[in-house]
């Protein structure tokens, strides 16, 4: 039968998440004519924009963790301000609900986005047929459809990665998703990864009540943070309660009798640990299969990642590839939105690389660990001559009249041009502070000229200041 053929757009987007939507809001900005092409279907079957991140991501994390640290705030930190209060419960399912809402709040502001900036929003899946036509097949089964366009950007994102023997049953063996969805708090919980995901949720969980175990097949503790922060997070994390059980692989998972038994391996043999719900966040995949019929020929790489130059383009001509489905970066959700605009205005005849080398990074856990650059290990191991600033967050007032004083700023100059070569903060709002440390960066600051930037006193920003401060005893005239 003949496909019902639409008129052609100057791009189409496969994928709303962070990266795609961003693209394609760009794209109409600059006067292309988009469609924007997604299938996320929440729990309740409704259709809803913002992908991973969103949905069962970044956001929903953030707005749980909001409340678990409101909740062990309340049972915990209240007798220090002198303040008295009845005994704080936690009711999950309003819990929910208010990350529910944020969800639906912010996937409308998308929708209202698209429909402001005239960009055509399909909801069906979508497969490439070749660098100019996609076929979208919509979830309602109604007939399939090809559209086409002069350029694609393909923004689909990634899925957790399957954990050989640990088969995800979503009710006792959970993804990261699903942990962002449950409606009791575990009395005894695991997490299979002490990578970014693992603490997030960890964080989440264990403030709420759950014992947290996590298990960590690397010996070494966050290996892509400076070891330094690393060190001192691992320190909090532990004091706060959290377990952390490091070189230990898991090698099974099974459940049994409303119980999880999970088997793992550490340098001093076979262990097995009961407990009521296992999370696995073992990592990430890019959402390649079926992204592409077979005679696209589009080239992914043997782990599924699209293959692309430094601009994001495809082995197809017209046709790029953004966000978690490429390797030029972490799969971090800024990373997709600069490379959604970076590409848009590169189909619009502009040219605006992005500067990879400083991307900053967040963990939001509470303290927030950021950075941006290159870490003491890396710098030492190429031999680069360099200067070291620390600054405690608990010499700030500002801290101290949070009663949040855990955490350190490092500042890593050149020892001898002095120009900023990384910047690692541990601490609460680490995220916020690290925008100024990317921006110092960007411009090519010296440690001296974050020394002799004026900040507001007293706020956790003095910190950096001291850092910088740390790393001068004379300042050259
Ligand atoms: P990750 O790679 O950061 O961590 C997964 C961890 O699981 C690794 O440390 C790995 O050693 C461990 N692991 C794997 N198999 C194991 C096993 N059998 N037993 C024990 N441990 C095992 O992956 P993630 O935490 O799932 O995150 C995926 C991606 O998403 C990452 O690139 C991350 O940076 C990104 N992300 C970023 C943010 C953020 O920027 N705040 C938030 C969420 C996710």
Same mark, same amino acid.
């Given at each position: 039968?003949?496909?019902?053929?639409?008129?052609?757009?100057?791009?189409?987007?496969?994928?709303? !998440?962070?990266?795609?939507?961003?693209? %394609?809001?760009?794209?109409?900005?600059?006067? &292309?004519?988009? =469609?924007? *092409? #997604? +299938?996320?279907?929440?729990?309740?079957?409704?259709?809803?924009?913002?992908?991973?991140?969103?949905?069962?991501?970044?956001?929903?994390?953030?707005?749980?963790?909001?409340?678990?640290?409101?909740?062990?705030?309340?049972?915990?930190?209240?007798?220090?301000?002198?303040?008295?209060?009845?005994?704080?419960?936690?009711?999950?399912?309003?819990?929910?609900?208010?990350?529910?809402?944020?969800?639906?709040?912010?996937?409308?502001?998308?929708?209202?986005?698209?429909?402001?900036?005239?960009?055509?929003?399909?909801?069906?899946?979508?497969?490439?047929?070749?660098?100019?036509?996609?076929?979208?097949?919509?979830?309602?089964?109604?007939?399939?459809?090809?559209? !086409?366009?002069?350029?694609?950007?393909? %923004?689909?994102?990634?899925?957790?990665?399957? &954990?050989?023997? =640990?088969? *995800? #049953? +979503?009710?006792?063996?959970?993804?990261?998703?699903?942990?962002?969805?449950?409606?009791?708090?575990?009395?005894?919980?695991?997490?299979?990864?002490?990578?970014?995901?693992?603490?997030?949720?960890?964080?989440?969980?264990?403030?709420?009540?759950?014992?947290?175990?996590?298990?960590?097949?690397?010996?070494?503790?966050?290996?892509?943070?400076?070891?330094?922060?690393?060190?001192?997070?691992?320190?909090?994390?532990?004091?706060?309660?959290?377990?952390?059980?490091?070189?230990?692989?898991?090698?099974?998972?099974?459940?049994?009798?409303?119980?999880?038994?999970?088997?793992?391996?550490?340098?001093?043999?076979?262990?097995?640990?009961?407990?009521?719900?296992?999370?696995?966040?073992?990592?990430?995949?890019?959402?390649?299969?079926?992204?592409?019929?077979?005679?696209?020929?589009?080239?992914?790489?043997?782990?599924?990642?699209?293959?692309?130059?430094?601009?994001?383009?495809?082995?197809?001509?017209?046709?790029?590839?953004?966000?978690?489905?490429?390797?030029?970066?972490?799969?971090?959700?800024?990373?997709?939105?600069?490379?959604?605009?970076?590409?848009?205005?590169?189909?619009?005849?502009?040219?605006?690389?992005?500067?990879?080398?400083?991307?900053?990074?967040?963990?939001?856990?509470?303290?927030?660990?950021?950075?941006?650059?290159?870490?003491?290990?890396?710098?030492?191991?190429?031999?680069?001559?360099?200067?070291?600033?620390?600054?405690?967050?608990?010499?700030?007032?500002?801290?101290?009249?949070?009663?949040?004083?855990?955490?350190?700023?490092?500042?890593?100059?050149?020892?001898?041009?002095?120009?900023?070569?990384?910047?690692?903060?541990?601490?609460?709002?680490?995220?916020?502070?690290?925008?100024?440390?990317?921006?110092?960066?960007?411009?090519?600051?010296?440690?001296?000229?974050?020394?002799?930037?004026?900040?507001?006193?007293?706020?956790?920003?003095?910190?950096?200041?001291?850092?910088?401060?740390?790393?001068?005893?004379?300042?050259?005239?």
């Amino acid at each position: 039968m003949q496909k019902k053929q639409i008129q052609p757009f100057d791009v189409i987007v496969i994928g709303a !998440g962070p990266a795609g939507y961003s693209s %394609a809001i760009r794209c109409a900005q600059l006067g &292309l004519k988009t =469609a924007c *092409i #997604d +299938n996320w279907h929440n729990e309740k079957g409704r259709s809803s924009l913002g992908g991973t991140y969103l949905n069962a991501g970044c956001v929903a994390s953030l707005a749980l963790l909001e409340s678990a640290k409101i909740y062990h705030s309340l049972n915990h930190n209240l007798k220090q301000h002198g303040i008295q209060a009845d005994a704080v419960t936690a009711d999950i399912t309003l819990m929910m609900q208010r990350k529910n809402n944020i969800i639906e709040t912010l996937s409308r502001q998308i929708a209202d986005l698209f429909a402001q900036h005239k960009i055509t929003c399909i909801q069906a899946k979508a497969k490439l047929l070749n660098e100019r036509r996609v076929e979208i097949t919509p979830a309602d089964r109604s007939p399939s459809s090809i559209i !086409g366009a002069k350029h694609i950007i393909l %923004a689909t994102g990634s899925s957790p990665v399957d &954990l050989p023997g =640990a088969q *995800i #049953d +979503n009710a006792f063996i959970i993804d990261s998703g699903m942990a962002l969805n449950l409606d009791a708090v575990p009395k005894r919980l695991a997490i299979i990864g002490a990578g970014v995901i693992g603490l997030e949720l960890a964080g989440i969980w264990s403030r709420l009540g759950a014992e947290t175990i996590l298990l960590e097949a690397q010996e070494t503790f966050l290996s892509m943070t400076d070891q330094q922060i690393a060190r001192e997070a691992y320190r909090i994390y532990t004091e706060q309660g959290l377990e952390l059980r490091l070189g230990a692989r898991v090698i099974s998972a099974k459940k049994g009798n409303k119980k999880v038994t999970v088997e793992y391996q550490d340098s001093e043999g076979t262990h097995a640990l009961r407990v009521d719900k296992l999370i696995v966040a073992s990592g990430r995949k890019p959402n390649t299969e079926n992204l592409a019929a077979a005679e696209a020929d589009l080239l992914l790489d043997e782990n599924g990642y699209v293959y692309v130059d430094e601009n994001c383009r495809s082995n197809l001509p017209g046709v790029y590839a953004i966000g978690d489905l490429t390797l030029l970066g972490p799969m971090i959700a800024h990373k997709g939105i600069e490379e959604g605009l970076f590409v848009a205005e590169q189909i619009a005849g502009l040219h605006n690389p992005i500067n990879y080398d400083l991307l900053p990074s967040v963990v939001f856990t509470e303290p927030e660990i950021a950075w941006v650059g290159q870490t003491e290990q890396a710098l030492r191991a190429m031999g680069e001559p360099i200067k070291i600033g620390v600054y405690p967050l608990k010499a700030t007032a500002r801290a101290q009249a949070l009663g949040q004083t855990e955490g350190m700023v490092k500042i890593i100059a050149h020892a001898e041009t002095d120009a900023l070569l990384g910047i690692h903060i541990i601490g609460t709002q680490a995220s916020e502070m690290i925008a100024e440390a990317v921006l110092a960066m960007e411009f090519s600051a010296s440690s001296e000229d974050l020394a002799r930037t004026i900040h507001a006193h007293p706020t956790l920003a003095k910190a950096l200041h001291g850092a910088a401060l740390a790393l001068k005893t004379r300042f050259s005239t």
